[in-house]
């Protein structure tokens, strides 16, 4: 008992030294200490009732429990008299100063005016105009010299050979393509059956079937009283109509101030304002305007441009046309033909016999599953052989 009684002195003694440290931890640990207290009470009560039932030893369990339940912080703070720390400032009373400010800024006392140097001008001089007429000769104009075009080489065409052979108008699709009849593709549709019994239907449900109606009791409602009027006569008199006695009093004169004499002399409309008063001539305060660095020119303005003053205006002659002469001559016709329009033989268009068969000689057959009809050409018996060939069934579009 002594052995744990001495271990859960040190975990306070550690708690209330980070706490002083830290006011946040301190929060923390007075909640966590709260927990421990009743941990140690129910601990304190169990090692207590295994002890034997004798007055000394109960006593210090009450003595022991006594501190436990005490707070750390009062068990181990100790108040130290402290004293006031004197102020070391130093009073010194205000002292105008004497001399006057100086308010020039940093700009005021480094600027150090200068007068500009104009740039020179880049006019040119007046000069001369050049004497005579204007020279537009060029030294394309000057130096070409006209060649004579030579005749354009046209190599001859050769003369087209159209092929001797027949067209071959069969394609990949044609020659491989054999037509052979395929199964048709069976439906994935479930059969339509019908699910249920040919019996009446029943309108009952689980619930109209299983429900066992309670005998339920209204609530009561609280009604309230009719309202009976009464049947005496209102007494409408007050204590002040019955104890108020009226009092004759004469009414009160009204207070007017005495007459005053009137004088008969000019009135006086001086005021002691109109009297001191000195209009001042107050001029308005010019613009604080810096003066110019540069001069304006005060001369007119010179509108005349140097282009305007050199330009002569001179005649213009149209220039000489320098387009080759046509060399090639367009009397012979333009040979506008083209291997499509000499090799094109034109076909006979076939007709399906599936939109008229009697009229085309043709007689039904079959349907395939694909849903392609057949057709069979009839033809004339032959006299000449007695063998019958069979004729060759031909499809037709569905």
Not at 103 to 111: C, G
Not at 143 to 152: D, S, T, W
Not at 249 to 275: D, H, L, N, Y
Not at 309 to 322: L, M
Request: aromatic content about 10%; hydrophobic content about 25%; proline content about 12%.
């Amino acid at each position: 008992m002594k052995l744990f009684r001495i271990l859960c002195s040190d975990v306070f003694d550690a708690d209330a030294t980070a706490a002083a440290t830290d006011p946040q931890r301190f929060m923390m640990m007075e909640h966590s200490r709260a927990t421990k207290r009743s941990i140690w009470r129910t601990t304190l009560a169990m090692a207590t009732s295994a002890l034997p039932r004798a007055v000394s030893q109960n006593q210090s369990s009450k003595r022991i429990g006594q501190e436990w339940m005490a707070p750390q912080h009062s068990n181990h703070y100790r108040l130290w008299e402290s004293q006031r720390t004197e102020s070391y400032k130093v009073e010194r009373d205000y002292e105008p100063p004497s001399e006057r400010f100086g308010n020039p800024s940093t700009f005021q006392d480094d600027y150090i005016p200068r007068q500009p140097n104009p740039p020179p001008s880049c006019k040119p001089c007046d000069s001369k105009l050049p004497e005579g007429p204007f020279d537009g000769n060029t030294i394309h104009r000057t130096a070409y010299v006209v060649h004579a075009l030579e005749p354009l080489f046209v190599r001859p065409r050769e003369a087209y050979k159209p092929s001797d052979q027949p067209f071959e108008d069969l394609t990949t699709h044609q020659r491989d393509f054999k037509g052979m009849p395929g199964e048709q593709a069976k439906s994935c549709k479930p059969e339509s059956t019908k699910h249920g019994s040919d019996d009446p239907f029943k309108g009952t449900t689980e619930f109209q079937d299983r429900y066992q109606p309670y005998l339920v009791t209204v609530p009561e409602f609280h009604k309230p009283r009719e309202y009976v009027p009464p049947t005496d006569k209102m007494d409408l008199k007050s204590s002040n109509r019955l104890d108020y006695i009226k009092h004759r009093v004469a009414p009160r004169a009204p207070i007017k101030p005495a007459p005053a004499r009137k004088s008969t002399g000019p009135f006086q409309g001086k005021t002691t304002t109109k009297e001191d008063y000195q209009p001042w001539r107050v001029c308005p305060q010019r613009l604080i305007k810096k003066e110019e660095e540069i001069q304006k020119p005060t001369g007119k303005f010179a509108s005349l441009t140097t282009f305007r003053s050199h330009y002569i205006p001179h005649q213009a002659n149209p220039p000489q046309s320098f387009k080759p002469v046509q060399a090639v001559p367009t009397v012979v016709p333009f040979k506008d033909e083209t291997l499509y329009r000499t090799e094109y033989t034109p076909k006979k268009k076939e007709i399906c016999p599936g939109i008229n068969p009697d009229a085309m000689g043709y007689v039904y057959v079959n349907t395939d599953s694909q849903g392609h009809r057949f057709y069979r050409q009839v033809s004339p018996e032959p006299s000449g052989s007695n063998c019958s060939p069979v004729p060759e069934e031909i499809p037709a579009v569905s």
